[in-house]
């Protein structure tokens, strides 16, 4: 686990929070909502129903996880902690593993605790992340792809409405993120510009 990756998701949930209110950290945010609520729609993913069969949409649930993600991040943030103080403990706490063989378990042990305290369980998360074989790599650039591409969106006119959201071959912007993930090193330093500047290029052409 590359701690200079957790700082550069750490900087960009914190920049982005800041786009949306300045004065976010005071504003007392209720982030532990937002999880227990993404909890819900990832078990509609995953499969729930006896009554119907269902498969497991792993892809949909590494979404919400990702999703998760960023509320958490919020919630250490908020918490008071510096960055380095903050990437500590992710080092410390997220352990990708679990002796729990019913995913669903794990989900509700998650959800529990966050309703329980209103606190980010790094520890349970990282239950959640083996239970759907979600490696660190996976978190990384999941969650630096949607938060570079929210950015991109803004500065390109999402507000006014002027921003397109199919480009120059007819597909859209989400599909061009992938691409543009998969063609860079997510181990660099300046993962995020780059992925910045080859939206950039896709979408002006």
Same mark, same amino acid.
């Given at each position: 686990?590359?701690?200079?990756?957790?700082?550069?998701?750490?900087?960009?949930?914190?920049?982005?929070?800041?786009?949306?209110?300045?004065?976010?950290?005071?504003?007392?945010?209720?982030?532990?909502?937002?999880?227990?609520?993404?909890?819900?729609?990832?078990?509609?993913?995953?499969?729930?129903?006896?009554?119907?069969?269902?498969?497991?949409?792993?892809?949909?649930? #590494?979404?919400? @996880?990702?999703?998760?993600? $960023?509320?958490? &991040?919020?919630?250490? =943030?908020? *918490? /008071?902690?510096?960055?380095?103080?903050?990437?500590?403990?992710?080092?410390?706490?997220?352990?990708?593993?679990?002796?729990?063989?019913?995913?669903?378990?794990?989900?509700?042990?998650?959800?529990? #605790?966050?309703? @329980?305290?209103?606190?980010? $369980?790094?520890? &349970?998360?990282?239950? =959640?992340? *083996? /239970?759907?074989?979600?490696?660190?790599?996976?978190?990384?650039?999941?969650?630096?792809?949607?938060?570079?591409?929210?950015?991109?969106?803004?500065?390109?006119?999402?507000?006014?409405?002027?921003?397109?959201?199919?480009?120059?071959?007819?597909?859209?912007?989400?599909?061009?993120?992938?691409?543009?993930?998969?063609?860079?090193?997510?181990?660099?330093?300046?993962?995020?510009?780059?992925?910045?500047?080859?939206?950039?290029?896709?979408?002006?052409?």
């Amino acid at each position: 686990m590359n701690p200079q990756q957790i700082k550069i998701m750490l900087d960009l949930q914190d920049a982005m929070n800041t786009k949306v209110n300045t004065n976010w950290k005071s504003q007392g945010y209720e982030w532990y909502r937002a999880i227990w609520v993404e909890c819900a729609e990832l078990l509609d993913h995953y499969g729930w129903k006896w009554w119907k069969k269902q498969t497991p949409d792993t892809e949909q649930v #590494a979404l919400e @996880l990702i999703d998760i993600w $960023h509320f958490g &991040l919020s919630i250490l =943030l908020q *918490s /008071g902690l510096s960055l380095e103080q903050a990437t500590a403990k992710i080092q410390n706490e997220l352990r990708i593993s679990t002796d729990e063989k019913d995913f669903r378990l794990d989900l509700e042990k998650f959800a529990s #605790a966050t309703l @329980l305290d209103k606190q980010f $369980h790094l520890d &349970l998360f990282g239950r =959640l992340m *083996s /239970g759907v074989n979600m490696p660190f790599d996976q978190l990384y650039r999941g969650y630096v792809g949607k938060n570079v591409l929210n950015f991109f969106r803004q500065d390109h006119g999402y507000k006014d409405g002027t921003y397109k959201k199919h480009w120059f071959d007819g597909r859209e912007d989400n599909e061009h993120l992938v691409e543009a993930i998969q063609s860079l090193d997510a181990t660099s330093a300046s993962f995020k510009d780059d992925l910045y500047q080859a939206l950039v290029v896709r979408y002006l052409r």
